[in-house]
């Protein structure tokens, strides 16, 4: 009796446990891989020139150093100017924040009017702000150099905010009104009845049901326009550049020794607002993909 | 009275396809109008039309003595349950109750007062508080009624609101909307595609098909003397026997003949039949075919039928026999001693008789 309990709960875990280690071991090893170009980022940002070039690349540094972030920050030179990242920074954050609070919001709009107020020729729209989404960026640039000299807008940061509403619209939308379509169409005629009129049932029906999908596209459309470099190299002048603009010309317009511990510091103070916007908003990333995909 | 809805020769298209075609309705204060038809003959495109959240092709709809066929829906004086209810998912059920009341500036005692009205009416007061994804489908039925009542309109519209509830619930829910409309005296106009539930609430009824309506009358009207072949079959559980036969006038009246499988043909004799065509369709419910010696009267004719089928459903049984060429229910008492294979003595009642053409399906008689 003793050998018929014993033996399968003695033959079940080892295995069990050997699959997990495994597992596990090899879930570390893919973490690794990927972690590695970031720990090789952070440690040398941290290290001094002179270490950079007397030590390996993957070591750990002797001294921690942040004389590299302050100059990266404050004092790296970019061509003639030697103001590090700073002001190009707050050009992004300038240039990101408005951008991405128009598009979401116009797309918001879009998407309501397109899921939930079927007018006549709302599904041609659609497919043409759609179509909008797959023109790549090259084919635009010319023409849209144009406009923004027509506007009066060349070069600024005003200009380069409307390249990137426009330019976002289509994704917006998109989410939008994949979001929306899924929503009862008898709630806007309950509305209706009830009084309510376009602005209202928005506002107060469906602005209340969308919070997962501002997420997804404040996220989207965040990543997107802060990351851009083709339009920020584009369309802006010395003063107005974005942040991966200037990272570019730090990295490349430096004369005689490579800097690469400022280089390194410079590269993450470029990527860390996107970071953070994933890691506070990340888990609705997900729920609000699922969301929207698969309750219709 | 005047008619509290007027609908005049209403049509709905949309592009090329007519979907509603010269509809005529009216209905005075205090009518429970149900608008019946299979899916897809445009009841609740009719309903949207009555609500103004489709606009209409041609015609006029007056409610309240008031031309609204071009007005807003807000502006109608309606109230609309819908089949999903559609309450407001992110508003407490006493937001989603006062919702109208606040777009349209009713001051907050006003409002408070009315939302109490209605909870007690409709029993939901320890509700209030709740989202309607916390609630069940009953309840979430009252509150969209709440949300209806609330306004106290000139014309309630409900689009198949107990369609989305189980069958017990459906029952309850269907007696709880004729005591509301009896208390209330409120004008409804009901959308559903199930005929039971159009029997029991109507005070009129609308048969649609295809966007053309059949008959309107009384429920009794409708079920008693169909005017085509469409709405015998269409009003009723078990349907109406619809057997096709001849007519031959003889001295005292006609001569229905009947025809049956391997057998002499079934006659009848009906002594009040207007002038009938040869061929006819002759239609019976399956509750004036007898048991003989259950049914008396001058009208009542036996005769000797092969039971095929014995259908025991508690409080009546049904036998199918087979009469020209059709399965022929019988609906008889619990008790019967019919048994399948063997022959019954059936009581037709023709007094209850309808008789149709078989090419146009018009009522004959």
Same mark, same amino acid.
């Given at each position: 009796?003793?050998?018929?309990?014993?033996?399968?709960?003695?033959?079940?875990?080892?295995?069990? @446990?050997?699959?997990?280690?495994?597992?596990?071991?090899?879930?570390?090893?893919?973490?690794?891989?990927?972690?590695? /170009?970031?720990?090789?980022?952070?440690?040398?940002?941290?290290?001094?020139?002179?270490?950079? +070039?007397?030590?390996?690349?993957?070591?750990?540094?002797?001294?921690?150093?942040?004389?590299?972030?302050?100059?990266?920050?404050?004092?790296?030179?970019?061509?003639?100017?030697?103001?590090?990242? +700073? /002001?190009?920074?707050?050009?992004?954050?300038?240039?990101?924040?408005?951008?991405?609070? @128009?598009?979401?919001?116009?797309?918001?709009?879009?998407?309501?009017?397109?899921?939930?107020? +079927?007018?006549?020729?709302?599904?041609?729209?659609?497919?043409?702000?759609?179509?909008?989404?797959?023109?790549?960026?090259?084919?635009?640039?010319? *023409?849209?150099? +144009?406009?923004?000299?027509?506007?009066?807008?060349?070069?600024?940061?005003?200009?380069?905010?409307?390249?990137?509403?426009?330019?976002?619209?289509?994704?917006?939308?998109?989410?939008?009104?994949?979001?929306?379509?899924?929503?009862?169409?008898?709630?806007?005629?309950?509305?209706?009845?009830?009084?309510?009129?376009?602005?209202? %049932?928005?506002?107060?029906?469906?602005?209340?049901?969308?919070? *997962?999908? @501002?997420?997804?596209?404040?996220?989207?459309?965040?990543?997107?326009?802060?990351?851009?470099?083709?339009?920020?190299?584009?369309?802006?002048?010395?003063?107005?550049? *974005?942040?991966?603009?200037?990272?570019?010309? %730090?990295?490349?317009?430096?004369?005689?020794?490579?800097?690469?511990?400022?280089?390194?510091?410079?590269?993450?103070?470029?990527?860390?607002?996107?970071?953070?916007?994933?890691?506070?908003?990340?888990?609705?990333?997900?729920?609000?993909?699922?969301?929207?995909?698969?309750?219709? | 009275?005047?008619?509290?809805? !007027?609908?005049?020769?209403?049509?709905?298209?949309?592009?090329?396809?007519?979907?509603?075609?010269?509809?005529?309705?009216?209905?005075?204060?205090? !009518?429970?109008?149900?608008?019946?038809?299979?899916?897809?003959? #445009?009841?609740?495109?009719?309903?949207?039309?009555?609500?103004?959240?489709?606009?209409?092709? !041609?015609?006029?709809?007056?409610? &309240?003595?008031?031309?609204? $066929?071009?007005?807003?829906?807000?502006?109608?004086?309606?109230?609309?349950?819908?089949?999903?209810?559609?309450?407001?998912?992110?508003?407490?059920?006493?937001?989603?109750?006062?919702?109208?009341?606040?777009?349209?500036?009713?001051?907050?005692?006003?409002?408070?007062?009315?939302?109490?009205?209605?909870?007690?009416?409709?029993?939901?007061?320890?509700?209030?508080?709740?989202?309607?994804?916390?609630?069940?489908?009953?309840?979430?039925?009252?509150?969209?009624? #709440?949300? =209806?009542?609330?306004?106290?309109?000139?014309?309630?519209?409900?689009?198949?609101?107990?369609?989305?509830?189980?069958?017990?619930?459906?029952?309850?829910?269907?007696?709880?909307?004729?005591?509301?409309?009896?208390?209330?005296?409120?004008?409804?106009?009901?959308?559903?595609?199930?005929?039971?539930? =159009?029997?029991?609430?109507?005070?009129?009824?609308?048969?649609?098909?295809?966007?053309?309506?059949?008959?309107? &009358?009384?429920?009794?009207?409708?079920?008693?003397?169909?005017?085509?072949?469409?709405?015998?079959?269409?009003?009723?559980?078990?349907?109406?026997?619809?057997?096709?036969?001849?007519?031959?006038?003889? #001295? $005292?009246?006609?001569?229905?003949?009947?025809?049956?499988?391997?057998?002499?043909?079934?006659?009848?004799?009906?002594?009040?039949?207007?002038?009938?065509?040869?061929?006819?369709?002759?239609?019976?419910?399956?509750?004036?075919?007898?048991?003989?010696?259950?049914?008396?009267?001058?009208?009542?004719?036996?005769?000797?039928?092969?039971?095929?089928?014995?259908?025991? =459903?508690?409080? !009546?049984?049904?036998?199918?026999?087979?009469?020209?060429?059709?399965?022929? $229910?019988?609906?008889?008492?619990?008790?019967?001693? =019919?048994?399948?294979?063997?022959?019954?003595?059936?009581?037709?009642?023709?007094?209850?008789?309808?008789?149709?053409?078989?090419?146009?399906?018009?009522?004959?008689?």
């Amino acid at each position: 009796m003793t050998d018929l309990v014993i033996n399968p709960t003695q033959s079940r875990p080892w295995g069990k @446990i050997l699959l997990r280690a495994l597992l596990f071991a090899l879930l570390g090893l893919f973490a690794l891989f990927y972690l590695m /170009p970031l720990f090789v980022m952070v440690t040398t940002s941290l290290k001094s020139l002179e270490e950079i +070039r007397t030590g390996s690349l993957i070591a750990f540094p002797r001294e921690i150093t942040f004389e590299a972030w302050r100059t990266a920050w404050s004092g790296a030179c970019t061509g003639i100017q030697c103001e590090g990242l +700073r /002001p190009y920074f707050w050009n992004s954050v300038v240039l990101a924040i408005p951008a991405v609070l @128009i598009s979401t919001v116009v797309g918001a709009l879009n998407g309501y009017v397109i899921a939930q107020w +079927r007018f006549r020729g709302a599904n041609l729209i659609f497919s043409l702000l759609l179509f909008g989404c797959f023109i790549p960026f090259q084919v635009v640039l010319l *023409p849209m150099a +144009r406009m923004l000299g027509l506007m009066g807008l060349a070069g600024t940061i005003p200009g380069l905010i409307f390249v990137h509403v426009i330019y976002g619209i289509g994704f917006t939308t998109l989410f939008f009104r994949n979001y929306y379509v899924t929503i009862p169409q008898e709630l806007v005629k309950a509305a209706k009845v009830d009084g309510a009129g376009f602005f209202r %049932i928005f506002w107060s029906i469906f602005l209340p049901l969308s919070l *997962p999908i @501002i997420v997804v596209t404040v996220i989207w459309q965040f990543t997107q326009i802060w990351n851009d470099f083709l339009f920020g190299v584009s369309f802006s002048q010395a003063g107005t550049q *974005p942040v991966t603009v200037a990272l570019n010309n %730090i990295v490349n317009s430096t004369t005689g020794v490579k800097e690469y511990n400022v280089d390194m510091a410079a590269a993450i103070i470029a990527a860390l607002p996107t970071l953070l916007v994933y890691v506070v908003a990340g888990k609705y990333f997900i729920r609000g993909l699922t969301a929207g995909s698969v309750k219709g | 009275m005047a008619p509290i809805l !007027d609908i005049k020769n209403l049509y709905k298209n949309y592009g090329p396809v007519e979907i509603l075609k010269d509809i005529n309705v009216a209905i005075e204060p205090g !009518d429970f109008l149900v608008l019946v038809g299979p899916s897809g003959c #445009g009841k609740s495109t009719l309903l949207n039309c009555i609500a103004g959240l489709e606009p209409i092709t !041609d015609g006029t709809i007056h409610i &309240g003595g008031r031309d609204m $066929t071009h007005v807003s829906p807000k502006d109608r004086d309606i109230a609309m349950v819908f089949q999903s209810y559609a309450l407001y998912p992110t508003m407490s059920v006493a937001k989603n109750i006062t919702f109208g009341m606040k777009v349209r500036g009713v001051d907050a005692a006003t409002q408070e007062r009315k939302l109490q009205e209605v909870a007690g009416q409709l029993q939901i007061e320890q509700l209030l508080h709740r989202r309607p994804g916390q609630l069940s489908g009953g309840q979430r039925q009252r509150v969209a009624m #709440g949300r =209806a009542l609330v306004r106290d309109p000139k014309l309630f519209l409900f689009d198949e609101p107990l369609s989305n509830l189980d069958a017990k619930l459906r029952v309850e829910m269907r007696t709880e909307i004729k005591k509301l409309h009896q208390n209330l005296g409120a004008t409804m106009v009901y959308v559903t595609h199930d005929q039971i539930e =159009a029997m029991t609430l109507a005070t009129k009824i609308v048969v649609l098909k295809g966007g053309i309506v059949q008959q309107i &009358g009384s429920p009794a009207e409708i079920y008693n003397r169909p005017a085509n072949l469409f709405v015998a079959d269409f009003m009723g559980s078990p349907a109406m026997n619809l057997i096709p036969a001849r007519a031959k006038p003889n #001295g $005292t009246g006609t001569q229905i003949e009947i025809s049956r499988d391997g057998e002499a043909p079934l006659v009848l004799t009906d002594t009040q039949a207007p002038d009938l065509p040869e061929d006819v369709i002759l239609g019976l419910r399956p509750e004036d075919i007898a048991e003989a010696g259950f049914r008396a009267g001058e009208s009542v004719q036996k005769a000797e039928c092969l039971i095929e089928m014995v259908e025991p =459903a508690g409080a !009546d049984t049904f036998v199918v026999s087979h009469l020209g060429g059709k399965q022929v $229910t019988a609906r008889l008492h619990a008790e019967t001693s =019919a048994q399948s294979g063997k022959t019954l003595p059936l009581a037709f009642d023709l007094s209850k008789v309808s008789y149709f053409a078989p090419e146009s399906g018009d009522r004959l008689n």
